[in-house]
């Protein structure tokens, strides 16, 4: 039988796709449109999400295929007021130390080649209608490219069906939150006159909220703002000589071509459970939020990285059931923590009214131009953007704490003399790995258990990046820490198991 259908074709379908098929699961994905989409949506790849897509090989062909946004400018009032350098704040947290800006039509085409390559081809003009959860299987109903329809069984059923997701209506998900009174508009454009070029613009004014983020191709730009006043009233009818001028006044650009322009309204919402039974929601699906911040697309990815290992730990009879369950509860609490930060964003850059906006245009450029000028501040603005931040430590998965690293957080990134300690995390698989000396015992049990293990020579880097000399980190298959253990035992390695009911001869 079919182990997962996977309905939706879009950044996070294709990577549950891509990272199940991999690790040997039998999955279908089906999509209603006829093809990829055609527009450029979301633009930023975050280093969370290249530093994970090392797994699948991905990472160079989407660094060399997008560009590297080195920083970001802030204007108010007509002027430049910051300028953020992106390099020197992320260069020891990320091998990534930058915004990637790939268009999300090219992205999606990137991802859709390399599951064709594996073997898997995303099956078009295939609508998902309904399904029903038997308790052992799900049977779901599928409208055929010929217009017959077709039943379709499978173990699990994970709804990757975009913000109007027809599993989540069909589930009755709440999925609570708002609606933003202001309207969004995208645009491409052609953009000359501005001053740092390839770099992304922020105009901070009593105007709306306007991002200007470089292509990298000439003069190509992506341009998103908001407009609210009468103008949102008549959303349909919205031109891009209605909100041309305010980009134009607040950076002092010519814009000589506009490729795509579109509206929409946007929602922050995070629906009630991520999970029902056999069926999963991620990506837009789950939550939606608004796009300052570049999170979206990046969140879903993640989404479907979580899962893909449980799903198939469970469906390898290696773990219970009750595995799947930490995939809802840790990616809602990061769903959840994330609307709350956009949406505060958000409102600041957009809130009306004298005394905000002095805040705005005098006092928040000068501010942020300071504050980055500090290590500290500059490390947590980018450590935020990039998602390097996410830790799942209130997960039932996460256990231990030594130094500054504990159970549930990303593996902290250190270069090594020929390469880095995310060289070893390619495979996705549980493994160890100890900085410094490693105890006969931890190896025999390693080797009994066939569990890889991964030794680094102690230097005062490991230190500086918060980690523990002789300590055990057990590594997730997603690369987060599963447990830190500064004692090193062999039994607290074996209860880490046995307590989550893993098996281990099958789990290694
Ligand atoms: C105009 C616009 C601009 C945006 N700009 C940004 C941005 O700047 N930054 C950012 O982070 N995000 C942005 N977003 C949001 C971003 O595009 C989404 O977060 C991202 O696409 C989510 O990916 P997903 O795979 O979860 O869902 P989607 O990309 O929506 O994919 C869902 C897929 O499910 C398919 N589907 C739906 N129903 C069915 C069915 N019944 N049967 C079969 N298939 C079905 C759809 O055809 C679609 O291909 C923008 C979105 C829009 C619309």
């Given amino acids: 039988m079919l182990d997962v259908l996977i309905v939706g074709a879009g950044p996070t379908g294709l990577t549950l796709a891509l990272w199940l098929t991999k690790q040997g699961i039998n999955i279908r994905i089906i999509d209603k449109s ?78 859709e080649e390399h599951l064709r390559s594996l073997g898997v081809t995303v099956e078009r003009e295939t609508e998902f209608l309904s399904f029903e959860d038997r308790g052992d299987l799900v049977v779901a109903r599928l409208r055929m490219p010929d217009d017959t329809e077709q039943v379709c069984e499978a173990r699990y059923l994970a709804g990757c069906d975009g913000a109007r997701s027809p599993i989540r209506h ?41 991002l200007l983020m470089s292509y990298g191709e000439g003069n190509l730009y992506r341009l998103i703002g908001t407009v609210k006043d009468e103008r949102a009233e008549r959303v349909e009818a919205l031109t891009f000589d ?31 459970d991520f999970r029902s039974g056999r069926a999963f929601l991620l990506g837009d699906a789950a939550h939606v939020h608004s796009p300052v911040g570049g999170q979206g697309m990046n969140t879903g990815i993640n989404d479907a990285i979580n899962l893909a290992w449980k799903l198939t730990a469970v469906l390898r009879g ?131 258990h066939d569990m890889p293990l991964y030794v680094f020579e102690w230097t005062e880097s490991h230190h500086n990046a918060g980690l523990a000399q002789n300590a055990v980190y057990l590594l997730r298959p997603d690369t987060y820490v599963a447990l830190v253990d500064d004692a090193a035992s062999t039994e607290t390695l074996d209860r880490y198991f046995s307590s989550r009911n893993f098996n281990l001869n099958k789990t290694l």
């Fill in 170 to 210: 069909q589930l009755g998900t709440e999925f609570d939150g708002g609606t933003y009174k202001q309207i969004f508009y995208v645009a491409d454009v052609e953009v000359t006159g501005l001053e740092p070029a390839g770099e992304v613009h922020i105009v901070l004014d009593k105007e709306d909220f306007i």
């Fill in 34 to 111: 006829t093809g990829p989409g055609e527009t450029s949506r979301a633009m930023a790849v975050q280093a969370r999400t290249l530093e994970l897509y090392r797994q699948l090989d991905l990472a160079e062909a989407v660094i060399s295929a997008g560009h590297k946004n080195p920083a970001v400018n802030m204007w108010a009032r007509g002027k430049r007021k910051a300028h953020i350098s992106f390099g020197d704040a992320g260069s020891n947290i990320t091998p990534y130390p930058f915004v990637l800006v790939y268009p999300q039509d090219k992205h999606e085409r990137l991802l």
């Fill in 242 to 272: 209605d909100v041309k001028h305010d980009a134009i006044l607040g950076l002092g650009i010519q814009i000589a071509k506009v490729n795509w322009f579109s509206t929409y309204r946007v929602h922050h919402r995070v629906a009630a």
């Fill in 318 to 448: 290696q773990a219970s059931d009750g595995l799947l369950d930490s995939y809802a509860l840790e990616r809602q609490a990061f769903a959840r923590k994330l609307v709350a930060t956009t949406d505060r964003l958000f409102t600041f850059v957009t809130t009306e009214g004298n005394f905000a906006d002095f805040v705005k245009t005098r006092i928040a450029p000068t501010f942020v131009s300071i504050a980055y000028r500090i290590d500290s501040v500059r490390e947590f603005m980018f450590r935020l953007i990039s998602q390097t931040t996410i830790d799942y430590h209130g997960s039932p998965l996460s256990e231990g704490e030594a130094a500054s690293t504990r159970g549930g957080d990303r593996l902290p990134w250190v270069r090594t003399e020929s390469s880095d300690n995310y060289a070893s995390l390619s495979p996705i698989e549980w493994q160890i790995h100890v900085y410094g000396a490693v105890s006969p015992d931890i190896k025999s049990w390693c080797a009994q």
